[in-house]
């Protein structure tokens, strides 16, 4: 420690030192720097009392996604002050880690208690900014530990919405133990009721740890022009759980449950969820060793069609057992020869409107594969063969769906070449708008050809997954890919790919699997591209076209397009452009549009943009805006606007949000005040902001 000022007088004995006159203190342990115009102190007890005081001390760094970074020291100034061992009392005075001497934000109040390292409270307080107080806190609790865990209330917050009325909330967290913590949150609807949000976090050991979140809302439903009411609330839960067992057994779960998709369309505050209508659940058990993988896995999936409760699909597993090989190479002598295996047993349940199988319903499947290479003369020759072993313990009727106890045998042979021909390439000169230097043209081509044979009864499969989707074929598949390097110095760059592949088909109908005048979706359309185009039988697929453009690193083009000849027209194209410039200007948009046909994939035709002004992560003003836009209904379905300003201590953010789909018409304003090293408070949760 070290004392200064323009009088001191010390009592060697008692310990007793008076000072006056510009009275510096400095503790170089933990970094307290305090001057005052006069100061009682007791060097043996560290006890005292100074006058007219200004201080700082460093401020603990927490490095948390979201959080606004400040290396500034905290900074506080009183009447007086009184230190007690390492404990300090601040009176009539406030705190901030803003610059003096205009500080953005205080907390002031009659009397703050300090414990460096520990904690900070604050009594009768108000925060302030720009000397105008906006809270009122009867006691205010910061901790100051490396790792903080204390109960307390979480601060209030308060916003509009058109279709919710004010919003208010208010939360409270619960520091069971050092393993256990939970949090309530509840915010008010004057206008349709009470929401509810409830996490619970555990850590019971090293090596597992769970988290539940539940989200509900008591609503007392949208007001109808006839003055009743359309109610629209409900319930969601997530459980995340994952545990290192023991003997090289791991577990982990992810489950979700949503009570409708009215209720999410309703009250969520993402654009993507609100128009995501599935809901995945799954769990397993599972151990790795050598080449080999045991999993024990229970899952549901379930497809909401619509916003009543009876137009979903609903998938289930329970239990399924799998067992898979990876590829291990049985052979090196004239051709090396791999083998590889994927095998499962287990029960299932479909269950959707006028469908629905037994509740247990046996599925046996075991594919095992034989592959080898073969280089000769430039080209590269991958031959494989997988035999498909499937049965199952009931079937379907072609015509009225209805399922039949009666057992499905299905044992498919499965031939694959891939041929890959030669590399072509060419060096240039680069011209000076791309940086000058050197580009590499670079071609690449491949040739495949696939049989498969033994799937008789594809119409009377029931559907669950990916392996019920295999389809008798004889088909051929070309792929040319076009690559561009841009050598800048020593700096190499793929600057432009451009991949077009199409398949021919020899047996148009699949063996009779194929149902004219309806949408078919076999294992030889979905590897091709997204998007269904068979509803009849057809001798070839659209050309497929991927080209990926970054001239710059700055800059970014992808447009992905499918033609089909068939028609002829372009099926469905999507393209995403998105730029930075100096750091400042950023920007995206983003069209895409799917021309389908009956028992195709339906139309769409939507735009995507978005921009953005302003450096992340500096002091400064951020201004940003996204927004998606449906051609075919001509509205606006989503926007947000977000002006911020960030200082060297503090961040103040304004948001925007519009909502237009299905009855949900609404605006929203929100608003988050940000405090460096300590947190953020308001109805704009950080997860949410642009910035």
């Known amino acids: 420690m070290l004392l200064t000022a323009d009088e001191i007088d010390y009592n060697e004995q008692t310990g007793d030192a008076e000072a006056r006159g510009n009275v510096t203190f400095e503790n170089f342990e933990n970094g307290e720097k305090l001057s005052a115009v006069r100061m009682e102190y007791n060097l043996k007890e560290e006890t005292g009392r100074f006058y007219e005081i200004k201080g700082s001390a460093p401020g603990k760094v927490e490095y948390r996604p979201g959080l606004l970074m400040t290396n500034n020291p905290f900074v506080f100034q009183g009447r007086w002050a009184q230190k007690i061992k390492n404990r300090y009392i601040l009176y009539d005075g406030f705190v901030t880690n803003c610059k003096i001497p205009k500080p953005w934000w205080r907390l002031t109040g009659p009397r703050f208690d300090i414990i460096p390292g520990q904690r900070a409270l604050a009594y009768k307080s108000y925060f302030k900014v720009r000397r105008i107080p906006i809270l009122y806190t009867p006691v205010f609790y910061k901790s100051l530990e490396e790792e903080p865990r204390r109960s307390g209330f979480l601060t209030p917050n308060a916003g509009r919405s058109t279709r919710l009325g004010w919003m208010y909330g208010l939360g409270y967290f619960w520091a069971i133990n050092r393993s256990y913590d939970a949090m309530y949150r509840t915010r008010i609807f004057t206008q349709r009721g009470m929401s509810h949000e409830v996490d619970f976090r555990g850590k019971p050991r090293a090596g597992t740890e769970f988290g539940f979140t539940l989200y509900g809302v008591n609503d007392r439903g949208r007001l109808q022009d006839d003055g009743t009411r359309f109610k629209e609330g409900g319930y969601q839960y997530h459980i995340s759980a994952k545990s290192n067992i023991g003997n090289g057994w791991t577990g982990f779960a992810n489950i979700n449950y949503l009570s409708s998709f009215l209720f999410r369309q309703a009250f969520t505050q993402s654009f993507n969820e609100a128009i995501f209508s599935e809901v995945n659940s799954i769990g397993y058990l599972s151990k790795s060793w050598s080449n080999y993988s045991f999993h024990v896995v229970i899952s549901r999936h379930q497809l909401f069609q619509g916003s009543q409760k009876a137009d979903q699909i609903v998938i289930r597993k329970l239990p399924s057992f799998e067992f898979y090989a990876r590829d291990r190479q049985l052979s090196k002598k004239i051709l090396p020869i791999w083998f590889s295996m994927e095998s499962s047993a287990g029960f299932f349940r479909r269950q959707q409107l006028l469908f629905e199988t037994r509740s247990f319903t046996e599925r046996l499947d075991a594919a095992p594969r034989l592959s080898t290479a073969i280089d000769f003369k430039g080209f590269r020759i991958l031959p494989s063969m997988t035999l498909h072993g499937t049965a199952y313990g009931a ?95 020593d700096q190499i760059d793929e600057i432009l790919t451009w991949q077009v592949w199409q398949r021919r088909y020899f047996d148009p109908t699949f063996g009779g699997a194929v149902v004219t005048g309806q949408r078919n979706v076999f294992a030889s359309t979905i590897g091709l591209t997204g998007y269904a185009f068979f509803n009849g039988p057809r001798n070839y697929s659209p050309v497929v076209s991927a080209l990926r453009l970054k001239p710059l690193p700055s800059t970014a083009v992808e447009w992905r397009t499918d033609y089909d000849p068939l028609f002829p027209r372009v099926s469905n194209s999507s393209i995403t452009a998105d730029f930075r410039i100096k750091q400042k200007y950023s920007g995206a948009i983003g069209h895409n549009q799917v021309r389908g046909g009956q028992g195709q994939s339906p139309n769409a035709n939507q735009m995507l943009a978005r921009a953005g002004w302003g450096v992340e992560g500096k002091p400064g003003w951020r201004v940003g805006f996204n927004a998606v836009y449906d051609y075919r209904i001509s509205t606006l379905q989503f926007a947000t606007t977000e002006v911020s300003y960030t200082s060297d201590c503090c961040g103040l953010s304004f948001q925007h949000r519009r909502f237009s789909f299905g009855t949900r018409n609404e605006n929203q304003f929100l608003v988050s005040f940000s405090v460096a090293n300590i947190g953020s408070f308001g109805t704009l949760r950080k997860q949410e902001r642009m910035f």
């Open 395 to 489: 079937r379907r009727d072609q015509e009225t769906f209805q399922v039949f106890g009666r057992n499905l045998n299905r044992f498919a042979s499965d031939f694959n070449i891939d041929i890959v021909t030669p590399t072509l390439e060419k060096i240039f000169d680069a011209p000076k708008w791309l940086g000058g230097g050197k580009l590499k043209h670079v071609i690449e081509s491949r040739v495949g050809l696939r049989r498969v044979d033994g799937v008789n009864r594809f119409r009377e499969t029931l559907r669950l997954d990916e392996i019920d989707i295999l389809n008798n074929t004889t088909e051929g598949e070309i792929a040319i890919i076009n690559r561009i390097y841009a050598k800048r110095g």
